[in-house]
């Protein structure tokens, strides 16, 4: 229970789009495709319980996902054998398999990173390269955040699918403080819409420091990632209700966000922000004086909730799942609740883009091209929209509040990731990797990503092109075909695949050669006895 997932969000719904797919994808006959081939099974046909949740950790799944539930519940049924293994059968896994669609669509590499492997190990490089960047200092105006350890390190990513990516310190509970107000302004935008929210808060970045006494010409906010602007939107949120009502909802639609975990609350912290809250008081009296709140609002209610959001606490686990749903249009990738509108999404990731680094915020959209807020615990959560969720945490800030290894990791993965909002996706840009492009379908269809694929020996990508139904035996133009290229290219892992799964060695190419021909020539004896199946 190391993250918490100890019940299901509140209203867990299937949304109707997903319900729509579900029903699309059982009329579509998984159990013909050969995924079992994609977990290495033994001679006699069976895999181990252990394998199979090392190709699922291969393919980013945590253990905790809640999505596994049925088939941790499936599996428990299995007996278990002297050594301790439960042996899991063809029929048993392609079912297994098909009750869980996002499992048949991860093994088919239909997911928004295909070669996650190959994405993780950049994201550990980042993360090494970026350890040794030590300078700033933790925040020190209230006791509790002088005394966490300096030198904590965590990067979680979440990807729209679910999957998911931990180095360092990312089961360390840290409070949100001001990463909460982007949240804070989604519910606002839920609860009353975009026009009388900014009835009381504007659009545009301040200029000036995040709690500057100061207000924009009409007397109001200058945005709501300010500390005015955020106290202006939690008094917008459940103004009816009663106090602890609206914090419960506050609360829920964090459960909601990162997918069943409940966050927990710092009193000490929110004591000593309390009585430490002065230029808050100062600003919530100031915007009074001004007219810009709605009437009838109980000021000191509004700061104190205000206050409590800031004193939530979360882990970066937790926090890369929240980010994760707002990187697919507020629908959670674990519960697949629709948690907030898109409309409310693109609302508050564009306020993100422009307003969320404090007084970086020009300079982080310049250079990282992402929507992002930071907060003074030390944590950065980053979307990149359609694709994930990123949390870094790590208290060392810089002068003007932001986490300086969060920076310097958002600047490295841009660099490295045509992540950036205006990297072109129609052309390559210096040596910036696309991990959403499929390794071989950039340069043509299935069929010539299977040659392709065979010809360079990957054999990874052979299966999981098999997987999807590709032909075995389907040729390119000049009717050469996967077997032709893996005899040429000597590719014996891939030829022994091929043969063991029925591809046909006495196809002609256009020049009358077959791949059994080929070998001939070739005097390999070893290939000449994988295509006689020997
Ligand atoms: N609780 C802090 C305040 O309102 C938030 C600080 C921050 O993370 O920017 O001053």
């Excluded at 996902?65 to 049925?70: F, I, Y």
């Excluded at 392609?94 to 295909?114: C, H, M, W, Y």
């Excluded at 069929?447 to 010809?455: E, K």
């Excluded at 014996?492 to 009358?512: E, M, P, S």
Aim: aromatic share 10%; glycine share 6%; proline share 4%.
């Amino acid at each position: 229970m190391i993250n918490g997932y100890v019940q299901k969000a509140p209203n867990f719904v299937l949304n109707e789009v997903f319900n729509q797919y579900y029903e699309s994808m059982k009329s579509n006959n998984i159990k013909h495709k050969p995924i079992w081939n994609l977990f290495d099974p033994t001679k006699n046909g069976e895999i181990s319980d252990v394998t199979f949740f090392e190709k699922l950790t291969d393919l980013g799944i945590d253990r905790e996902d809640p999505r596994l539930e049925s088939i941790l519940t499936s599996l428990k049924n299995l007996k278990v054998n002297k050594d301790g293994v439960r042996k899991i059968s063809k029929t048993v896994l392609t079912d297994l398999v098909a009750k869980q669609r996002f499992l048949s669509r991860l093994l088919e590499g239909e997911n928004i990173i295909p070669d996650f492997q190959s994405f993780r190990k950049e994201v550990k490089d980042i993360f090494d390269s970026t350890k040794d960047k030590n300078g700033g200092k933790v925040a020190d105006y209230i006791p509790q955040l002088a005394k966490v350890d300096p030198d904590l390190y965590g990067v979680s990513i979440c990807t729209v699918d679910g999957q998911i990516i931990e180095f360092g310190d990312t089961r360390k509970r840290f409070t949100i403080q001001s990463a909460s107000k982007p949240i804070t302004y989604s519910i606002a935008l839920e609860e009353h819409g975009i026009e009388k929210v900014h009835q009381h808060v504007g659009k545009e970045p301040s200029g000036q420091r995040f709690n500057e006494l100061t207000l924009n010409e009409d007397g109001l906010p200058h945005n709501p990632l300010i500390n005015a602007g955020a106290i202006m939107c939690s008094s917008l949120i459940g103004m009816d209700q009663h106090v602890s009502e609206r914090y419960e909802n506050y609360q829920r639609s964090w459960i909601q966000l990162n997918g069943g975990a409940i966050p927990t609350f710092s009193n000490t912290v929110y004591l000593s922000e309390k009585s430490t809250a002065d230029r808050n008081f100062a600003l919530a009296y100031f915007m009074r004086e001004k007219n810009a709140f709605p009437p009838n609002i109980n000021l000191h209610e509004s700061l104190d909730f205000y206050l409590q959001c800031c004193s939530t606490e979360i882990n970066a686990a937790q926090f890369a799942r929240v980010a994760a749903t707002y990187a697919n249009a507020g629908i959670n990738p674990f519960s697949y609740e629709q948690v907030f509108k898109p409309e409310t999404v693109k609302n508050t990731l564009s306020m993100m883009s422009s307003c969320g680094m404090y007084d970086f915020s020009g300079e982080f959209s310049f250079s990282v091209g992402l929507p992002a807020k930071s907060s003074v615990s030390g944590v950065v959560w980053i979307v990149v929209p359609n694709v994930m969720g990123i949390c870094i945490f790590s208290p060392r800030l810089d002068k003007v509040g932001n986490s300086i290894r969060g920076i310097a990791f958002a600047k490295e993965l841009v660099s490295r990731f045509n992540f950036h909002n205006f990297d072109s996706l129609l052309f390559e840009v210096g040596k910036k990797i696309d991990p959403r492009r499929k390794k071989y379908e950039s340069k043509v269809n299935e069929t010539m990503s299977l040659i392709f694929a065979a010809s360079n020996g990957d054999l990874d990508e052979v299966k999981r092109l098999h997987a999807i139904g590709v032909d075995l035996n389907q040729g390119d133009y000049d009717n050469r075909t996967a077997l032709h290229l893996a005899v040429a290219e000597k590719q014996f892992n891939v030829l022994d695949y091929l043969i063991q799964n029925g591809a046909d060695t006495g196809t002609k190419d256009r020049w009358g050669a077959t791949p059994l021909s080929e070998a001939k020539k070739l005097k390999d004896k070893n290939i000449e006895s994988i295509l006689k199946g020997n």
